[in-house]
């Protein structure tokens, strides 16, 4: 489903990502691990659109299409979702009003038929029950002074609504306490099926004891040096990075 | 800096332009109009006094150029490029009514003429100034708290500003509505005033206007003049309206004004109407002015509102929203004079613009020395949606008392790009992405309109004006 093969990106001329390869297939659940500065986050933005990062090198492939020559609004479509490490607030924009036009702007572009108000709001709240959102939470500006934990649940109820195919979730453990850090987890879960792919991108081991991989990488100054099954996350928790980036030069 | 030239004082000249000693450079038949205010010889004395003391300010000061601070942005080099007649009699045109709500009452100029005027709300008068020098039973000025005499000597012309296109209109223009509300009274629905220009060709229209309002009376008024561009009407020309408010002790009003002369998008918006309108408000005591005012478009759409704060405990909240486009000029000055001790003042104004558009704020608060215990606020933002896009925005304070609460700000910005990212990985394509960024930039300009079938016309106004169609404003926080 996700195929990145050798991609090099660079950002402002200076090499982030230096020759990443990794495959994903339908309803795997992959962590990429790494110390600041790995250039895990790197990877979440380039894989999600974002401008400012050039490709100098290699490809990706989302469900047999190339990805990288797409917009973000149509990788959007297509099914790639990403939850950030730091949502962006937007004043003067009501979250439920924003996801109904992201919502139906994703079904105009992949030829289905608009939700009416009604209908969406029906779905809306089926969802948010998923991650415990409040009718009060869902109805305010987009992230506007919500706390890092209601941030991180506003990100998981937008996925559950927008139902991505693959869903990057990047670094959303951190900021969480025990118990938001649970509710989360219990949203992510919840939408792990076989037919969606995750991929979890976080510094600690925490959050994977809570939504178990099926792999897990080590990014390393821009390359994965060593993938493994989810023990991997549990030796690198006990014995640190230090150790395996030493070996990897 | 000139500021002393902007100041309006009881029937004086400033004669700081003396020595341009005509109307030098200016048109022509502007001279001949200045030299000749359109005195009608059935106008009372103090009327005939109001013209010639216009048409005397003109023939010193003339029309401004760009050599004044006040109005060096102001592109006034093509204003007369055409030649241009004044508007004597209104056309007998129908006129397609813009306003929003059925049941409104609604006073209508042409080419800014007073026609005709349907108003059934109890707790009001309003009639032609035409009119109302005939009748005989007007209440006195006293019964609305300003002075003796009568109400119309009293308050006509004593707020509006005295120089250049003012002073123009106060020297010719043909007539005016006069809206007088009573003390006490409660308007249950707006009054929608609605000038427009019909004329086909390039004229030189006058609208006028005169509220005044009796102790604790609260009302709202709606003026609009909005150009519909399927027809050819208005082009050339220049609106040039004078508008004065005078709020009894305690009296409320909520004022709305829209002026977007080149509505809709439109290819030719080079010979669309220009708009200078004129504001000007006296405030007594403890009485309140909420003023909304859009500016929507236009090769030169400028607003001047003054707010004189000349009673104790009177509050202003003048909010004002801009949008120019490609060849756009959108301009507000808006003055607040703090005369009186214990009031407030806000002025808040968002701006919008594309292309090579240009907008132009000029705020300024004056807090006189007695007027302890002031609190004046300024906040202007700007959002560039072009890298050709021009702003000028100058909030300033004049501060001569020392207890007061004052604060001015100003920022322009561009579209951020972290938001934008946001909502178009989400699914947003970039122009509604853009469009929601816009849409929650102005939307709180509008939001505390009282009326909802008004509240949503504005915004739907707004929102075409900004390409903001496809989304509403109930639907946003």
Redesign the interface.
């Given at each position: 489903m996700l195929e990145i093969k050798n991609l090099h990106v660079s950002v402002g001329g200076k090499a982030i990502l230096k020759g990443v390869s990794l495959s994903i297939g339908l309803g795997e659940v992959h962590a990429i691990m790494g110390p600041n500065g790995s250039g895990k986050s790197t990877l979440s933005y380039v894989l999600a659109g974002k401008e400012g990062y050039e490709v100098t090198g290699g490809s990706v492939r989302f469900c047999d299409e190339d990805l990288l020559e797409k917009s973000a609004e149509s990788r959007a479509a297509s099914g790639v979702f990403l939850s950030f490490q730091y949502p962006v607030a937007i004043p003067g924009v009501s979250n439920i009003y924003f996801l109904k036009a992201a919502l139906n702007a994703q079904r105009v572009a992949r030829g289905e038929s608009e939700l009416d108000a009604v209908g969406f709001m029906k779905l809306a709240r089926e969802k948010a029950k998923l991650v415990e959102m409040s009718d009060t939470l869902m109805k305010r500006a987009v992230n506007d002074g919500f706390s890092g934990g209601e941030k991180k649940r506003n990100e998981i109820f937008q996925m559950a609504l927008l139902e991505p195919k693959l869903a990057i979730l990047d670094e959303t453990d951190s900021g969480l306490d025990i118990d938001a850090l649970k509710t989360v987890s219990q949203g992510v879960n919840a939408l792990r099926n076989d037919e969606r792919s995750i991929l979890l991108i976080t510094h600690y081991q925490r959050l994977l004891d809570h939504v178990v991989p099926d792999f897990v990488h080590v990014l390393h100054d821009g390359r994965i040096i060593k993938s493994g099954d989810k023990s991997l996350a549990q030796q690198l928790e006990r014995d640190g990075y230090a150790q395996l980036t030493a070996a990897a030069g | 800096m000139n500021h002393v030239e902007d100041r309006r004082g009881a029937n004086k000249l400033d004669g700081l332009d003396r020595a341009a000693g005509s109307l030098n450079g200016q048109p022509k038949h502007l001279t001949v109009w200045a030299e000749s205010p359109a005195v009608e010889s059935r106008e009372p004395g103090w009327l005939k006094e109001v013209r010639e003391q216009a048409g005397a300010a003109l023939k010193v000061h003339g029309l401004p150029t760009r050599k004044s601070e006040r109005w060096r942005l102001t592109p006034l080099k093509d204003l007369f490029a055409e030649p241009i007649q004044e508007a004597q009699v209104a056309s007998e045109v129908a006129v397609a009514s813009s306003v929003p709500s059925e049941q409104s009452s609604w006073l209508h100029t042409v080419d800014g003429i007073p026609t005709t005027a349907s108003v059934l709300l109890p707790g009001v008068r309003v009639l032609k100034l035409s009119e109302a020098l005939q009748e005989d039973r007007l209440p006195p000025s006293s019964s609305f708290g300003f002075g003796t005499g009568d109400v119309l000597s009293s308050c006509f012309s004593h707020a509006a500003r005295r120089e250049h296109f003012a002073a123009l209109n106060s020297a010719r223009f043909v007539d005016a509505w006069v809206v007088l509300v009573e003390e006490r009274a409660v308007l249950e629905k707006p009054l929608f005033v609605q000038h427009q220009i019909v004329s086909s060709r390039p004229t030189l229209a006058y609208p006028r206007l005169l509220v005044v309002a009796g102790a604790s009376s609260q009302f709202s008024l709606v003026e609009t003049l909005v150009q519909e561009t399927s027809d050819a009407s208005g082009l050339d020309s220049i609106a040039n309206s004078v508008s004065e408010v005078f709020l009894g002790p305690g009296a409320h009003m909520t004022h709305i004004s829209i002026k977007a002369p080149a509505s809709q998008t439109d290819a030719s918006n080079d010979d669309r109407v220009r708009v200078l309108s004129h504001i000007s408000v006296r405030q007594e005591r403890d009485s309140k002015y909420q003023n909304t005012a859009l500016a929507l478009g236009g090769r030169l759409n400028r607003l001047d509102l003054d707010v004189v704060l000349a009673g104790k405990g009177a509050e202003c909240v003048l909010k004002g929203t801009m949008h120019a486009a490609d060849g756009d000029h959108v301009a507000c000055y808006c003055e607040v004079d703090h005369a009186a001790s214990d009031c407030t003042s806000r002025e808040e104004y968002r701006s919008v613009v594309d292309g090579n558009g240009h907008v132009v704020f000029n705020g300024t608060a004056r807090v006189h020395r007695d007027a302890q215990r002031t609190e004046a606020h300024q906040d202007n933002r700007n959002l560039l949606r072009s890298d050709r896009a021009v702003v000028h925005t100058k909030p300033h304070l004049e501060i001569d008392a020392d207890d007061v609460r004052c604060s001015h700000g100003a920022t322009v910005g561009s579209m951020d790009?972290?938001?934008l990212?946001?909502?178009?990985?989400?699914?947003?394509?970039?122009d509604?992405?853009r469009a929601?960024?816009t849409?929650?930039?102005v939307?709180?300009q509008v939001e505390h309109i009282p009326f909802e079938d008004v509240r949503l016309w504005v915004a739907d106004r707004m929102q075409k004006s900004m390409g903001l169609m496809t989304?509403t404003f109930e639907?946003?926080?």
């Open positions: - | 790009d972290e938001q990212f946001y909502l178009r990985s989400r699914g947003l394509p970039d509604q992405a929601l960024l849409q929650a930039f939307h709180e989304m639907e946003t926080s």
